[in-house]
């Protein structure tokens, strides 16, 4: 997968670098930190580093901030990706368009940006937000042939496009997605559990029931309960067999969930988290 920068998204739209950074930065870290973390490098224009924040402040001034009291563990985060957005690799170096031929972004003209190679090279960009580019796609027109760019500034979607294309696990996926929500995969048995799916519909169908779990509130939650012909929607209840699991040493009694008429999801909760621990793609734990 190749990535660039979109440098057009930053243009002096901040009023400071506060700002920037709560509104904006930390978006693209978590952005950048799922690319890095797979090996993916975005490419960049080599004098991104001038890209304005404010109208008299550029990109490369996160280099010598720090907190009041030293440097945090924050500002270093920023400051560490920071510097790997100022630094190789840079498209110039195998630049793939004609700076002479003429690149359009609606009637601005995009040529020698990261649009434009973006289109040479059929490959994706990455924008700060809140800007123009606040879209899922850029269309880009050169020769009167107009290319859609895929464009992420959320890290949600660029975990579901690296999902889509086969770049990380659906136990990643889950991770990442469900990061923060009323699921909680920690705990989970990677070999009781994710490890046992080998099929893309039967990921689907654990997809679509913990999308539909974390959306509804506990008390619907507890309300989707019953047995036999009683069961209705995510029937969660109590596990007929609390013993099975005494070896994750659950802080509480195990719950179970339905994830299809076949699959079951079994856990415990502690708050509003539910700390899933395994599942069941055969009715191995059926009662």
């Known amino acids: 997968m190749e990535i660039l920068i979109n440098e057009l998204s930053l ?4 009023n400071n670098i506060e700002e920037f950074i709560n509104i904006s930065l930390n978006k693209f870290i978590k952005i950048y930190s799922l690319l890095d973390i797979h090996n993916i490098q975005p490419l960049k224009k080599y ?8 109208p008299n402040e550029t990109f490369s001034l996160l280099l010598t901030l720090k ?4 440097v945090s563990d924050e500002v270093r985060k920023f400051k560490r ?7 190789e690799p840079y498209w110039e170096i195998d630049i793939k368009h004609n700076p ?22 059929n490959s994706s960009l990455i924008s700060f937000i809140p800007s123009s580019f606040n879209t899922d796609f850029i269309d880009i027109t050169s020769c009167n042939i107009s290319k859609k760019i895929s ?6 979607e660029l975990a579901k496009h690296l999902y889509d294309n086969k770049k990380i696990t ?3 996926y889950c991770n990442l997605i469900f990061k923060d929500s009323k699921l ?23 997809l679509n029931s913990f999308h539909l779990f974390n959306d509804m509130t506990w008390s619907n939650i507890l309300s989707q309960s019953g047995k036999g012909k009683n069961k209705v929607g995510l029937a969660f209840e109590k596990y007929h067999n609390q013993n099975y699991f005494k070896n994750y040493f659950p802080l509480t009694e195990v719950y179970k969930f339905r994830c299809s008429q076949k699959f079951r999801a079994y856990g415990y909760r502690i708050g509003d988290i539910f700390h899933i621990l395994e599942f069941d793609l055969t009715h191995k734990l059926s009662d």
């Not at 920690?186 to 490890?195: A, E, L, P, R, Y």
């Open 67 to 70: 907190d009041k009291n030293g």
């Open 81 to 87: 990706i920071a510097d790997k957005c100022i630094n």
């Open 151 to 156: 464009n992420f500034y959320n890290s949600l």
């Open 184 to 206: 909680c995969f920690d705990k989970t048995n990677k070999s009781q559990s994710f490890d046992l799916i080998n099929d893309i519909n039967d990921e689907n169908e654990f």
């Open 100 to 121: 002479d031929d003429e690149f359009k972004w609606g009637d601005k003209i995009v040529s020698n940006t990261s649009l434009a190679e973006a289109y040479a090279r």
């Open 170 to 172: 659906f136990q990643k």
């Open 47 to 54: 004098n991104f580093y001038s890209a304005n924040i404010t």
């Open 11 to 14: 243009h002096g739209q901040f």
